[in-house]
T-cell receptor, first 114, second 115 residues
């Protein structure tokens, strides 16, 4: 079985500050890892994904994440937060197989202070 | 390209009533998923279809929930009878199918409130 753990439920940063959202995974096979963002009253939108190529993955809106097998982590970062980044962020894992499905973490709410 | 369409966006019902949600996936996407998202939690997979066949429904409460995907395109999720704990957002998602590596495209969701 696969799972992801997102510690904490809320992160607050100032505009222009570094954003760091943590995600640790558990998987018995090489994982495919994803970060999704959800704005209020909207569906989930893919930010970025790791599928066993480069360990540093760049996504939309200036976000990036680094796959670290030794730490079983896939933390999401952005050098400078913008007010529009305020949303809920979900880390997810899949085995990438023919019938792959996503298993999500519980999510982290990001607030950005002016 | 049109995204995943869902309706209704909002639904309020009394417990023990029934409700149905509809989903139209992105054209050409073979795989369709229904997720349940309870407030404060991550989405939980209810059922996964590959074309019109069920791949995984292990977490679907089959005594009250049912889903179908006729002709391998649109899908309907039904709850009968509803319980208070069914209050959630029901998300439909689709993907190209095998080889998509789990990249899903989500609709905006259907928010259900059970009173």
């Amino acid at each position: 079985a696969q799972s992801v753990t997102q510690l904490g439920s809320h992160v607050s940063v100032s505009e222009g500050a570094l954003v760091l959202l943590r995600c640790n995974y558990s998987s018995s096979v090489p994982p495919y890892l994803f970060w999704y963002v959800q704005y209020p009253n909207q569906g989930l939108q893919l930010l970025l994904k790791y599928t066993s190529a480069a360990t540093l993955v760049k996504g939309i809106n200036g976000f990036e994440a680094e796959f670290k097998k030794s730490e079983t982590s896939f933390h999401l970062t952005k050098p400078s937060a913008h007010m529009s980044d305020a949303a809920e962020y979900f880390c997810a894992v899949s085995d990438g197989g023919a019938n792959s499905k996503l298993t999500f973490g519980k999510g982290i709410t990001l607030s950005v202070r002016p | 390209e049109a995204g995943v369409a869902q309706s209704p966006r909002y639904k309020i019902i009394e417990k023990r009533q029934s409700v149905a949600f509809w989903c139209n996936p992105i054209s050409g996407h073979a795989t369709l998923y229904w997720y349940q998202q309870i407030l404060g939690q991550g989405p939980k997979l209810l059922i996964q279809f590959q074309n019109n066949g069920v791949v995984d429904d292990s977490q679907l409460p089959k005594d009250r929930f049912s889903a179908e995907r006729l002709k391998g395109v649109d899908s309907t999720l039904k709850i009968q009878p509803a319980k208070l704990e069914d209050s959630a957002v029901y998300l439909c998602a689709s993907s190209l199918g095998p080889g998509s590596a789990g990249e899903l495209f989500f609709g905006e969701g259907s928010r259900l409130t059970v009173l």
